[in-house]
Structure formats: structure tokens, C-alpha cells
């Protein structure tokens, strides 16, 4: 583990030697909005809560163009599909994801990424990455990474973790990449970090919330959740909008398109919600989740239940609360965590 | 560009202007080729999703054309027609697509003249507003697998 | 003016009467919310439920939305200004029949913008607190008192309708209305070249996500199958295509044409921030120049797009 020091005065060239060989994603102002956006090394923020959408587009867009074919015959292999994008990618660095996104990375890895299926469109983008994690202060009252298993500090997905000290970062190494990657920087010091992290690191803790106890939903069978009475009542005010698919670090759904023109086709896929009842419609017009109370529980029953019992026990979400600000009839997943535990 | 040979959807209504485009041909009126017509029964029928359509797949101009107001087929098909064209017109207009891209007309089944005229006249406000290229769908980007 | 507190209780009072006089089997409201400066619709069925419900600076929803999907029953709801013209829309619009809707009127002094608010007071807030006309913040060691009228959604600034003089019961003092919408922008924009106004319109709709909440917020948008879901034919692509993108807001906004009562929860339920409402005025403002017609404001009035007159103006038609 390789412990470094970014002094205040230091930090644009270290934000500078983080763009060297690499394309920078880093909380940047686009549009009034904070994002995790391609970053001029001059302009990037480390005072703020959390990126308005997650970084989970860095690794899967919301439009990916996966492979494409052309219709010429007098060239070779017309109609035949060849993939997009998987070589020359990108090598990115990720400055300030927060340590709640990077557990919603780890998440979606594991989907992405399994014992039964590689996706390459993740994998190559993904595994060629450095993620640099910014570690909270001042979590902000929507927020509860704690109540699911989570930390303001927590190093889970991350190859290097930062803190805010002093108006500069203290930076400590968590996997042999990060600390390899940090080596090569510049406007680094050596210097001893960790009682530094371990006090903020209580500090941050206290201010969290109590956890939320889901004992009883991890005892419980599947059917026994699915049929409790209060699916209704949430999916009564439920607008299906998706709005809390589309801003989850974790969501993780899409859609498979096939676009064509007079010269070829391309397949891309889609971010996609299962609020749509256009997302579960079979091709036989049967809808398994024909009500809105289907596709609301199914959001529910995913984060909470499904993707603990595929993920060993980890929770599908992981607190960083945005559902909980963006949706527009306050639907809050703490309140219906507390439901399915009853 | 003066080579430039605008791709325009034409919309006729089956009881007047398709009529008028066939009198104008056995009448031996010449007008230009450029427009693809699509017959509907009415331009009542005509929903503005299918003026984007065209738009969005790459057409230069659309060109609307029915009965004149009083002799709708179905009696009122293109008053109704009318007040969605009005809106329409404005919409596109205020969002910026050129106003010589979008032409309405009303020709009736006899009016062979007219529509040689408003044939030429649609033909050559597209050309010279240029090939689409801000109203439409990009190019899928083929290069990659060419 | 009656206090924020006893407009709740006379709210409370009203919603009970009408479970209880058989007007209603469900009231439409909203309740407290779980986090500061949120409200959640609530659908009241019993006297117990009816103790829950509150009015809020934050009531960001419109409450008409959910009436289409509950047509078979009486509901009653408790409606400000904008909330009771969409239901009045509905029921022009033979979408829920007359006698299956309660209106119960609150005159209404505007609703908070949440993105205005943030630009007023940048720091997370942990509490919230308001009366009428102010709303309070709290956060980590830091107190701050916002007054409302600097706040206002774009379309409460507008608003003529702040009481609900339709409604079948209106609750509270009466409010007059705003000066209407003058649409000094779209006419200053009107003057500008083609391409200046499509980047325009281009740039506001870029950062959106295709996630339709803007459409499921609305109380218009009742299709069974909107036209983005159609497949056989497809419509509209479902990338990020730009042209895709652009008709969808295009062709959303002119839906809501005549229709539209500017309730502002489209843009309140957008993720991006999309000032998707923008659309809807430019039809809004056609609609009453060419047929004078301002929807929602009468049970009888007739959609300016089911009827026409033999001698409508349209001089771009030849």
C-alpha cells in the first residue's frame, strides 16, 4: 500500500499528470450540473456531495453501438455483423467517483462479469480503468451507504482511495494497480495517511444514518416479499416515469436495437427501465408485468432481494440516495426496505 | 449546389390532388420528378408523425396537398386536418426547420394547372433551401465495418 | 391570509366529508414526504388516512394524473389551480365521466422551484420547514429563511388560475391570478434565423434520457400506447440520435397542444432538468391566437381540436 500527500498547491499538476496517457473523467460543472464528464485538469471540483448522474455511463453508455455490417457486395462479408469499439479503447482514469458509485460499479460488474458471461463492451472499458475514489465528509441527507453495507470511505471497486485534507487530497493506494499508477504522478509526497483517513473516517460514520435492517427480508422466501400488501400502496402513487432506473449506479437493464439504412445496420443497445411496460412485452403480447404494481415491486424486489441472493448477501443498493432526491412522487426505497422487512 | 436534386414526400389526398397529378399527366403538364407521393384517403388521415418521418429518414421537403375547404370527401375530413396543419406549421417554424422545406396546398381533381404550378414552385423553394441536413437522422456511421 | 396550518385542517375536514358523504371512495392528496422539501401523493381511502394529508410550497405533482387510471371509481381530489384544469381537461376529453370526479379546490400561491431554490442556497439541506409565504432550510450549523415569491416555478408566475372557481368545493381564501404569459422569448425568438433556433432547441433537449418521466408526469399523456412505443412501425428510435431525441420533445409538445394547463410537472419530474414545458407554450400560444380557446377552465368548452370553423385562417396553404 503507497501512501501520497497532494498539497494544495500541487493539485492541477497532479490533475494534469492524470490526463497523461490516459482520458480524465472528473466531477466537472456541464450545463450547471455537476458530472462525471471528459475534465479540462484546470476546472475540477473537489467540494461537492455527488455527481448528479452516476459514473456507471463511463462503462455501459446509455447508447452503445455494438457491432454494425454493411450491404456492399462487391466488398467481403456484407451482412455479417463485426463488433464495435472493443479495440483501441480508451484507457480512462475515474478522479472522485464516490465510494458509494464504485460499490454500484462493483455491482454492476458482477453482472456484466460472471461466472457464466463476460460482456466485452464492459470488460474492455472497465478492466483497462484506474478508479480513483474520493471519500465523504458531509454525506448529504439523502444518502445512507452505511445502512447497506456500505462506508463515506469504503474502498470496495476502487484502485486508489482520496481525501480532502487541507484543501489538497491525501491519497492511498488499495489494489496493486493503483499503487503502481500512482507512482508515475506528479505534485505527489510520501507521507503517512492512514490515522489522517481513520479519524475522518469515524467522523463521516457518525453522521450516517442507522442502518436498515433487513434480516427478515434475506430470511424470507422470495414469495413471501412478493405477496406483502403494501406493493400496492407504492405503486398507487408510482408514475412508472423510471426516472430512478435511469440516475441508479446499479440499474443496469437494456434494451437491443437494431437500426438500419440503405447502406448497412447497426446493433446498439439502450438504457432501458423495467417501469416500461414496453420493457417485459413479449413478442406474444403476454406482459408478465402487466400493472404497475408489477414493475414496481420488480425495482424493489431486484435491489433488495434478487441481486443479494445472487451477489453473497451484497445488497443491489447502495445508498448513494439519488432515486430517493429525483423521484418526483418521493417514493423512498428506505421506507419500502422497512416494508419488506415488517 | 447546383446539382442538387431535392428528395421530397408528397402527401395526396385520393379524392383531389392524386386526381389533379393524373389529369396533369394525361394532359401531358409536365412538372419535375423529385416527390415520392403517398396517397392517403383524406389528408385527414394524415398524421404529422408521418411529416417527421419523412424528415427524419432524409427528405428534403414534404408537400401536403387535399381538398379544397367545403369539398372534403368526408365532408369535414380536411377542416379538422387543417387546424392540426396550422399547429404543425407553427411548431416547425418555431423550432427552426426552413420554411420552404414544409408546403401545404388544397387542389381539387380538376385543377391540373395548379398543380403543375405548385408542383414547380414546391420543387424549386426545396432546392433552394439545400439537402436536409439539420432535420434528419445522422448517418449510422458505417466506416468502421466498410 | 389563513395559515398554512389551518388550510390543512380545513383540507382534512374536506376529505373527510366527502368519504363520508359518499362522494368519494378515495381522496387524492398529498402527505408529508420522507425527505426535506419533498410531498408525496397520497390516496386517502379512510378517515385515518385523511389525518395524513398536507399542502406544501412542494406539491411538485399533479394529482389529475392518476384520475384516467382510476375512471371507475369517485375519487375526489384535492386540487390546486392547474391540478383541477387538467381534470377538467379529462373530462372534456371524455376520459373520466363528470360525475366520478369531486374537485376540491385549494387556491393556490405558487409552487417552489427546486432548481431556483438550489441556485438561492447551493449547501445540502438536512431540514425543511414553511408557512405561506416562506420556506425555511436547515442544514449542518446553518439556517436560512427563503421568501417563496423569489422561488416560484416558472409557470406559477404565470398562473390564472390560482383559485379553481370550477371546482365543485374550493377550501381557503381566495387568490387572484398572475399576469398571463406574455411569450416575449418565443416572440423574440421568432425573429431568428432557422438554424439559430434549431440549435436552439437542439442544445435544450441534448443531456435527455428517453426516460419519458416528463410524458408520465403528465396528466394529458393517457395513451394506452404512446406513440415513442410503438413498434409496428417503430416511430422513433430509442438511442441518443439527436434527430430522435428532438422529435420527441416535438412531437410530445404538440399532443398537449389546446390541452396543455401549464402545471409545470413535466419539467418538475425531468432528471436533466429539461425545460420540457417550452414546447407546450409554443402551441399554447398558437391555440389562443388562432381560435382563443385557453383549455381546463370550463366543464362544458370543447377541444379546439375536435372542432373547427369553415373559415379558419391558415394563409400558408395555397
Known amino acids: 500500500m503507497a501512501e501520497y500527500i497532494v498539497k494544495e498547491s500541487a493539485l492541477k499538476d497532479f490533475f494534469k499528470s492524470l490526463t497523461e496517457g490516459r482520458k480524465l473523467l472528473a466531477p466537472v460543472e456541464v450545463d450547471g450540473k455537476l458530472q462525471m464528464a471528459e475534465a479540462d485538469p484546470e476546472n475540477i471540483s473537489i467540494n461537492y456531495t455527488n455527481t448528479h448522474m452516476s459514473p456507471k455511463s463511463a462503462f455501459f453508455p446509455q447508447t452503445e453501438r455494438l457491432m454494425a455490417f454493411h450491404n456492399d457486395a462487391e466488398k467481403s462479408d456484407p451482412f455479417v455483423y463485426k463488433p464495435l469499439g472493443l479495440d483501441n479503447v480508451d484507457q480512462t482514469v475515474l478522479f472522485g467517483i464516490r465510494p458509494c458509485d464504485a460499490r454500484g460499479l462493483v455491482v454492476d460488474n458482477l453482472v456484466f462479469q460472471n461466472n457464466r458471461f463476460t460482456d466485452p463492451y464492459w470488460k474492455t472499458k472497465y478492466e483497462s480503468s484506474i478508479k480513483i475514489g474520493l471519500a465523504c465528509h458531509n454525506p448529504c441527507p439523502q444518502c445512507f451507504c452505511t445502512s447497506v453495507g456500505g462506508s463515506p470511505f469504503g474502498e470496495e471497486g476502487l484502485d486508489v482511495l482520496a481525501v480532502v485534507k487541507d484543501g489538497g487530497l491525501a491519497l492511498k493506494s488499495v489494489t496493486a494497480e493503483g499503487e503502481e499508477f500512482l507512482k508515475g504522478l506528479k505534485g505527489t509526497e510520501s507521507g503517512d495517511t492512514s490515522a489522517t483517513m481513520d479519524e475522518l473516517k469515524k467522523a463521516a460514520e457518525a453522521k450516517m444514518p442507522a442502518a436498515i435492517d433487513q434480516t427478515q427480508v434475506e430470511a424470507r422466501e422470495i414469495m413471501d416479499i412478493y405477496n406483502q400488501p403494501h406493493w400496492q400502496e407504492t405503486a398507487d402513487r408510482c408514475l412508472n416515469c423510471g426516472v430512478c432506473t435511469f440516475v441508479c449506479p446499479t440499474c443496469h437493464c437494456f434494451d437491443i436495437q437494431d437500426e438500419t439504412s440503405a447502406k448497412g445496420g447497426v446493433r446498439m443497445r439502450n438504457w432501458d427501465t423495467c417501469m416500461s411496460w414496453l420493457y417485459s412485452m413479449h413478442g406474444t403480447g403476454h406482459n408478465p408485468r402487466p400493472t404497475k404494481t408489477e414493475r414496481v415491486r420488480q425495482r424493489f424486489m431486484h435491489k433488495l432481494k434478487y441481486i443479494p441472493m445472487k451477489q453473497n448477501g451484497n445488497c443491489g443498493c447502495i445508498g448513494c440516495g439519488r432515486c430517493v432526491t429525483m423521484c418526483p412522487v418521493n417514493i423512498d426505497i428506505r421506507e419500502v426496505a422497512r416494508q419488506m422487512n415488517q | ?146 | 391570509m389563513m395559515s398554512l396550518e389551518d388550510l390543512i385542517k380545513k383540507i382534512q375536514e374536506a376529505a373527510k366529508r366527502a368519504l363520508k358523504e359518499g362522494k368519494a371512495e378515495v381522496v387524492l392528496g398529498y402527505q408529508a414526504g420522507t425527505t426535506p422539501m419533498a410531498v408525496a401523493p397520497l390516496f386517502a381511502r379512510t378517515e385515518g388516512d385523511c389525518d395524513k394529508l398536507v399542502w406544501s410550497n412542494f406539491a411538485k405533482t399533479n394529482l389529475s394524473t392518476y384520475l384516467p387510471e382510476l375512471k371507475d371509481k369517485k375519487v375526489a381530489i384535492i386540487a390546486k389551480g392547474c391540478d383541477a384544469r387538467s381534470a377538467v381537461g379529462q373530462v372534456v376529453e371524455h376520459q373520466i365521466p363528470r360525475e366520478n370526479v369531486y374537485v376540491i379546490g385549494v387556491p393556490c400561491t405558487g409552487m417552489v422551484d427546486l432548481e431556483a431554490l438550489k441556485s438561492k442556497e447551493a449547501r445540502p439541506v438536512a431540514a425543511s420547514d414553511e408557512d405561506m409565504a416562506t420556506i425555511k432550510l436547515r442544514g449542518d450549523g446553518w439556517e436560512t429563511n427563503i421568501a417563496k415569491e423569489e422561488i416560484l416555478r416558472r409557470n406559477c408566475k404565470t398562473c390564472i388560475c390560482r383559485t379553481p372557481k370550477m371546482a365543485d368545493e374550493v377550501i381557503g381564501d381566495e387568490v387572484p391570478s398572475m399576469t398571463p404569459d406574455d411569450y416575449a422569448d418565443l416572440k423574440e425568438l421568432a425573429a431568428k434565423s432557422p438554424e439559430e433556433k434549431m440549435a436552439y432547441f437542439k442544445g435544450m433537449v441534448k443531456d435527455c434520457l428517453r426516460c419519458y418521466a416528463c410524458r408520465n408526469a403528465c396528466p394529458l399523456c393517457y395513451c394506452p400506447v404512446c406513440f415513442v412505443d410503438e413498434t409496428r412501425p417503430q416511430w422513433l428510435g430509442k438511442s441518443q440520435d439527436e434527430m430522435d431525441t428532438f422529435v420527441f420533445h416535438l412531437l410530445r409538445g404538440f399532443h398537449c397542444a389546446g390541452r396543455c394547463t401549464g402545471c409545470g410537472a413535466c419539467e418538475a419530474a425531468c432528471p436533466v432538468g429539461i425545460k420540457v414545458r417550452e414546447f407546450n407554450r409554443i402551441m399554447e400560444e398558437e391555440v389562443q391566437k388562432d381560435w382563443n380557446y385557453i383549455p381546463g377552465l370550463d366543464w362544458e368548452q370543447k377541444p379546439p381540436l375536435t372542432t373547427y370553423r369553415p373559415d379558419d385562417e391558415a394563409d400558408f396553404i395555397r
Open chain 2, 1 to 146: 449546389m447546383s446539382d442538387f436534386e431535392p428528395k421530397i414526400v408528397a402527401f395526396f389526398c385520393n379524392w383531389c390532388t392524386y386526381g389533379a397529378a393524373d389529369l396533369a399527366g394525361v394532359s401531358r403538364l409536365d412538372y419535375p420528378p423529385n416527390f415520392r407521393v403517398v396517397r392517403l384517403p383524406c389528408t385527414g388521415r394524415l398524421n404529422p408523425k408521418y411529416i417527421l418521418e419523412a424528415f427524419k429518414r432524409g427528405a428534403d421537403g414534404v408537400w401536403v396537398s387535399g381538398c379544397h375547404p367545403g369539398d372534403c370527401h368526408y365532408i369535414a375530413g380536411n377542416y379538422h386536418a387543417r387546424r392540426k396543419f396550422v399547429l404543425l406549421h407553427h411548431m416547425l417554424e418555431t423550432l427552426g426547420v426552413e420554411p420552404g422545406r414544409l408546403h401545404f396546398s388544397w387542389i381539387s381533381s380538376a385543377e391540373a394547372i395548379k398543380f403543375q404550378e405548385v408542383a414547380r414552385d414546391v420543387v424549386e423553394k426545396v432546392r433552394a433551401c439545400g439537402p436536409n441536413e439539420s432535420f434528419r437522422k445522422a448517418e449510422l456511421g458505417l466506416a468502421e465495418v466498410a
